[in-house]
């Protein structure tokens, strides 16, 4: 892969990032070990997958900067996949049930950052928790001292318009809000992950803190 068009593409999302208190996770699940490195020798720290056994392979083939590495976490996670990663994520971005908690606190070494995965559009096709069952969820993980929840992710419908984006991105916003004003210590829930390579924009402008950014950093401009 190019590596003067990444740091062209890379660039922009930076300046897109810039007047935002935002930072991104590069989504290297679609790219190789090599175009990683690149990444890092772009200055990018924070690397997002979505696959146990290529997460695992790719800290592998990066095993002398992988420590430098900050790695995200951002697929669905099988319960019994749990033991062999989450040890090495520093974030989960796809607590999306409470069983998913429960492993964690079996196997994770300690506490795990984790966001909690909203489902704000409703979409049969996306997991996690439907948006009046999130402070409930909060609730009950307070006994799972291995889980923090730093904060809230969702993913907007791909066919979803400018409008719509606002509105879902808007609406976990507001969830988190509440999470935020009941001051639990289990889950301060100061940050939201939403925002992908075609929306990450509005999401910044409806308060993103993480923003996962792929296919807007290795496409042909």
Same mark, same amino acid.
């Given at each position: ?20 208190? $935002? ?42 900067? /992988? ?13 019994? /996949? ?28 300690? $506490? ?90 509005? $999401? ?18």
């Amino acid at each position: 892969m190019d590596k003067e068009r990444i740091a062209k593409n890379l660039a922009k999302v930076k300046k897109d990032i810039a007047p935002y208190r $935002a930072k991104l996770v590069a989504v290297t699940k679609f790219v190789d070990a090599k175009t990683t490195r690149e990444l890092y020798d772009l200055g990018v720290r924070d690397m997002g997958e979505n696959r146990s056994d290529k997460f695992l392979a790719k800290i592998e083939a990066l095993n002398d900067i /992988q420590s430098e590495i900050t790695w995200h976490f951002i697929g669905h996670l099988q319960s019994r /996949q749990v033991k062999l990663i989450i040890n090495q994520v520093d974030y989960l971005h796809s607590l999306d049930r409470l069983s998913l908690a429960k492993e964690i606190q079996k196997r994770a070494d300690q $506490a795990v950052k984790c966001f909690l995965q909203v489902n704000v559009s409703g979409e049969e096709t996306k997991g996690g928790f439907d948006p009046d069952r999130v402070m409930e969820a909060v609730e009950a993980i307070e006994v799972y001292d291995k889980v923090q929840i730093v904060g809230l992710m969702t993913m907007a419908p791909i066919d979803a318009g400018e409008t719509e984006l606002h509105h879902y991105f808007a609406e976990l916003k507001e969830i988190q809000q509440l999470i935020v004003r009941k001051n639990y210590p289990w889950a301060p829930c100061t940050e939201l992950s939403m925002g992908m390579s075609r929306d990450y924009q509005i $999401a910044l402008e409806e308060g993103a803190t993480f923003i996962r950014v792929g296919s807007a950093l290795y496409d042909q401009k």
